[in-house]
């Protein structure tokens, strides 16, 4: 069910539970406000409640009853990055944050969303939780059909078209004397590197990691993904490759864009990745003959996950 901007607003000041549109994924929304309604959001896409959630404000104003000192850097980064695709992890006095949002935490995860449609939401409902709107396992929507395909026409959405990133937001974190990414996304490290020192956290240990996501077995399709940095010339089955490259033999190609245009890649990887599935292919080449730098990174990172 297709909702407009103000039948949003409303449901979610009733306490219900719907779909919004972000610059990088659309997300599962409820207001902070409504225990309930975040209960229901865990339910809906079976997410384990161990699994905190980001809370999406309009400004920087709207942080400010949650949080205790903010760390060193932390307006750097909101200055340089907010409203866009990076998530802060920031300490919290965690009486003022229901306690499923946090996972038991005594941090939050914190967004300013940068898609316009979200933001108008959230100027008039107050903070809002949003995960990834998708069945957890699945991979994340990135159009409003996505999010119909896993919780149904009927489910309530607010119809951005396809989302401008394509891939989750960055989440960062200030811990033990410096910034660390503990979740890859739309906005790369390089970029980030622009505004202060940061570290890919590749160290989290794998059953507790500091962002916990990311112990969860992630998507992988149904269709045996085999990533490759060299097609052969006469391979005759399915590849998931690029526009500007040739794969005279192939069967059937699924195009993530040009090898060149890292952001096309990210705005089309997870509508592919659902394609394979639809399609029932059983087996594809994947083309890992790209950079290693940028957005890149995150993609690949995915792929790799895709692929376990
Ligand atoms: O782009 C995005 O971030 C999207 C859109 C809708 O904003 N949201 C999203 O949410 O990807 P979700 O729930 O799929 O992923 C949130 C991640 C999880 O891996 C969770 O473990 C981590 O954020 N997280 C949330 N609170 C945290 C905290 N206090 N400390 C560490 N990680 C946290
Ligand atoms: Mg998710």
Redesign the pocket.
């Known amino acids: 069910m297709r909702l407009n901007t103000q039948q949003a607003i409303e449901r979610l000041n009733r306490g219900e539970v719907v779909a919004l549109p972000?610059e990088?994924?659309?997300?599962l929304a409820a207001s902070l406000k409504f225990p309930d309604a975040i209960n229901r959001i865990f339910t809906l896409k079976n997410r384990p409640q161990d699994?905190?959630?980001?809370i999406?404000i309009a400004h920087l104003e709207q942080m400010q009853p949650f949080c205790l000192e903010l760390p060193q850097g932390f307006d750097l980064l909101a200055n340089a990055f907010w409203p866009g695709?990076l998530?802060i992890?920031v300490p919290i006095k965690p009486e003022t944050i229901p306690v499923q949002v946090?996972?038991g935490?005594s941090?939050?995860?914190f967004?300013i969303?940068s898609g316009p449609l979200a933001r108008a939401v959230i100027e008039q409902t107050g903070p809002i939780v949003?995960?990834?709107?998708n069945i957890s396992g699945r991979p994340?929507s990135t159009q409003a059909e996505h999010v119909e395909e896993d919780f149904g026409l009927d489910f309530p959405v607010l119809d951005g078209g396809q989302c401008t990133c394509g891939l989750?937001?960055t989440?960062v974190?200030f811990r033990e004397g410096e910034w660390r990414i503990?979740?890859q996304?739309?906005l790369s490290q390089e970029r980030i590197a622009e505004v202060l020192d940061i570290s890919l956290n590749t160290k989290q240990n794998a059953s507790a990691p500091?962002?916990?996501?990311?112990k969860y077995r992630h998507y992988a399709p149904r269709t045996h993904l085999i990533p490759t940095k060299q097609i052969p010339q006469d391979y005759v089955g399915v590849i998931v490759g690029f526009t500007d490259r040739q794969y005279s033999r192939a069967a059937k190609i699924y195009y993530l864009g040009s090898s060149n245009d890292q952001d096309e890649i990210a705005h089309q990887l997870y509508s592919v990745f659902r394609k394979l599935d639809t399609d029932g292919v059983k087996e594809a080449l994947m083309d890992m003959n790209i950079p290693d730098n940028g957005i890149y990174k995150t993609i690949i990172e995915r792929i790799h996950k895709a692929c376990s």
């Open positions: 972000t990088t994924v659309y997300g699994n905190p959630l980001i999406h695709p998530t992890v946090r996972a935490l941090t939050a995860a967004r969303p949003m995960p990834s709107a994340s989750e937001s989440i974190i503990i979740r996304g739309a500091i962002c916990p996501g990311q």
